[in-house]
């Protein structure tokens, strides 16, 4: 690869066979080892959840791909609401990008694609969270436009 030119990437949907490699996607950092478990063989739950994404239209779990290897991952869901005039929003989820291929612009691109993506469904926003422990993510989704307007809250319920 050229210096300065832009990593190759093909955007697909992530495929049933490929959830072992998506959850140790998960797991590569320190907030993901403490939520996620990657075992041999891995957890139904991981594939009841991985099956019911693929089954609904208003979800896609999808992966960049580089080289016929997966380098990033992220779900979008699609969300109806009655807030701006009846209008649909994507709330994207559990971005990953592999450490060898951070600060190629792979996170970046993948990000403009979702949101052109949303925006071809007819979303009227994109939005994401991302835990506050996570400087360097919320520093990245600051870069390309997004904007820390409200406070998120959650319950773990289990």
């Given at each position: 690869?050229?210096?300065?030119?832009?990593?190759?990437?093909?955007?697909?949907?992530?495929?049933?066979?490929?959830t072992p490699h998506l959850v140790g996607?998960?797991?590569?950092?320190?907030?993901?080892?403490?939520?996620?478990?990657?075992?041999?063989?891995?957890?139904?739950?991981?594939?009841?959840?991985?099956?019911?994404?693929?089954?609904?239209?208003?979800?896609?779990?999808?992966?960049?791909?580089?080289?016929?290897?997966?380098?990033?991952?992220?779900?979008?869901?699609?969300?109806?609401?009655?807030?701006?005039?009846?209008?649909?929003?994507?709330?994207?989820?559990?971005?990953?990008?592999?450490e060898s291929m951070r600060g190629q612009?792979?996170?970046?691109?993948?990000?403009?694609?979702?949101?052109?993506?949303?925006?071809?469904?007819?979303?009227?926003?994109?939005?994401?969270?991302?835990?506050?422990?996570?400087?360097?993510?919320?520093?990245?989704?600051?870069?390309?436009?997004?904007?820390?307007?409200?406070?998120?809250?959650?319950?773990?319920?289990?």
């Amino acid at each position: 690869m050229n210096p300065g030119q832009p990593v190759e990437l093909l955007y697909r949907a992530a495929r049933r066979e490929e959830t072992p490699h998506l959850v140790g996607m998960l797991i590569a950092d320190a907030l993901g080892q403490g939520r996620e478990r990657l075992a041999d063989p891995l957890p139904p739950s991981y594939y009841a959840a991985y099956d019911a994404i693929n089954a609904d239209p208003n979800q896609e779990l999808m992966v960049a791909e580089h080289r016929d290897s997966i380098v990033a991952l992220m779900q979008i869901s699609y969300i109806p609401g009655l807030t701006y005039e009846g209008g649909w929003r994507a709330q994207i989820e559990g971005v990953r990008v592999a450490e060898s291929m951070r600060g190629q612009g792979v996170g970046h691109r993948f990000l403009e694609w979702a949101v052109e993506r949303a925006r071809s469904r007819g979303c009227r926003l994109v939005q994401l969270t991302s835990d506050k422990q996570r400087s360097d993510a919320l520093r990245f989704y600051e870069s390309l436009g997004f904007v820390a307007s409200h406070e998120g809250f959650k319950l773990h319920l289990g």
